[in-house]
């Protein structure tokens, strides 16, 4: 985990020098936890019980800068939690946009803050195009912010909206409250008629 710090870099000289002061915080903490009670997500949910002692907020908020990670586009610090995540197996590696053929279109369902595809869009072939749909609003707009700042979006679109298995107006609930959405499109899926 030391290795994935070093790569990120900020976008000025003191943002990064505030990331690594928070992970020399953080990374002897998460040692204790995991010499304590193994690897595994046990570790992970006592970590995450006093969240104001998570390394993007402690003991300097990291929340309006901006990072980059290996070479990546420039993200939010919360995108960072993804790719460390991503990096130390807590979350699934593969791209399926490198799996995209010439020509072809994808869609990025839940498409959250666009970090899963700003990250592999350095795999998708020069002439696909992406469709990101993100039913939460403020996910939504950080999406936009997003990839805005990052040159090979130009071959992302971003849609506000939600995939179901049927034309519905859907609530969804998270920890700001709940909103609707309407359904943009059918997925098929294998419980649908």
């Known amino acids: 985990m030391v290795r ?6 900020g976008e000025r000289w003191i943002d990064t020098l505030a990331l690594w002061i928070n ?3 953080w990374l002897p903490r998460r040692w204790w936890y995991e010499f ?3 690897k595994g997500p046990e570790t992970w949910n006592r970590l995450m019980q006093n969240p104001s002692k998570h390394w993007i907020t402690w003991p300097i908020p990291l929340h309006n800068r901006k990072y980059r990670y290996d070479e990546g ?3 939010d610090s ?17 791209s399926w946009l490198g ?17 899963w595809s700003l990250y592999h869009a350095r795999f998708m072939p020069t002439d696909c195009e992406v469709f990101l749909i993100e039913a939460s609003y403020e996910n939504y707009r950080y999406l936009l912010q997003n990839i805005s700042t990052f040159s090979a979006c130009q071959r992302f679109f971003p849609i506000y909206g939600a995939a179901w298995h049927e034309a519905a107006r859907l609530k969804i609930e998270g920890l700001a409250g709940a909103h609707e959405s309407f359904s943009l499109i059918r997925v098929r899926c294998p419980h649908s008629p």
């Open 4 to 9: 994935d710090f070093l790569k990120i870099r």
């Open 23 to 25: 992970g020399a915080f």
């Open 78 to 94: 919360t995108a960072l939690v993804w790719f460390i995540a991503t990096s130390q197996g807590d979350a699934f590696p593969q």
């Open 36 to 38: 304590r009670f193994g």
């Open 99 to 115: 799996a995209l053929s010439k020509g072809k279109v994808g869609l990025d369902v839940g498409a959250h803050r666009g970090y």
């Open 73 to 75: 586009p420039l993200v």
